[in-house]
């Protein structure tokens, strides 16, 4: 069992940057692959970005790529997504998740652990 408790949401202006922090209890998280997934009212979950254990194979959603960066330190348990130049579009609850699979899958189904969410919110 993992328990991961995101923060660092908050309202910030369009063009701004945001850090997303996960923090992760429980088994060994360093085995799991990290996923960053967001939910925008009345849309469904989507992804955002994920990260293998070791840190050495990202993925990231197109809508993201080059904004955001996804990255964790395994000796903290804590995970990250640096959000950079953020856009109104970008509003959402963003929830981290753990794959003990350990891949880099943009599906909701591959992730067996959910943290409860952080709202961020980006003015125009």
């Not at 923090?23 to 009345?42: D, E, H, I, N, V």
């Not at 990202?58 to 348990?77: E, L, M, P, Q």
């Not at 953020?86 to 998740?97: F, N, R």
């Not at 899958?105 to 919110?121: C, E, H, M």
């Amino acid at each position: 069992q993992v328990q991961l408790v995101e923060s660092g949401g908050g309202l910030v202006q369009a063009g701004g940057s945001l850090r997303l922090s996960c923090a992760a209890s429980g088994r060994t998280f360093g085995y799991y692959s990290l996923g960053w997934f967001r939910q925008a009212p009345g849309k469904e979950r989507e992804f955002v970005a994920a990260i293998t254990w070791s840190g050495s194979i990202t993925n990231y959603a197109t809508s993201v790529k080059g904004r955001f960066t996804i990255s964790r330190d395994n000796a903290h348990d804590t995970g990250y997504l640096q959000m950079n130049s953020l856009k109104p579009v970008d509003t959402a609850v963003y929830y981290c998740a753990a794959d003990r699979s350990g891949t880099t899958s943009s599906s909701r189904l591959a992730y067996d652990y959910w943290g409860q969410g952080t709202q961020v919110t980006v003015s125009s």
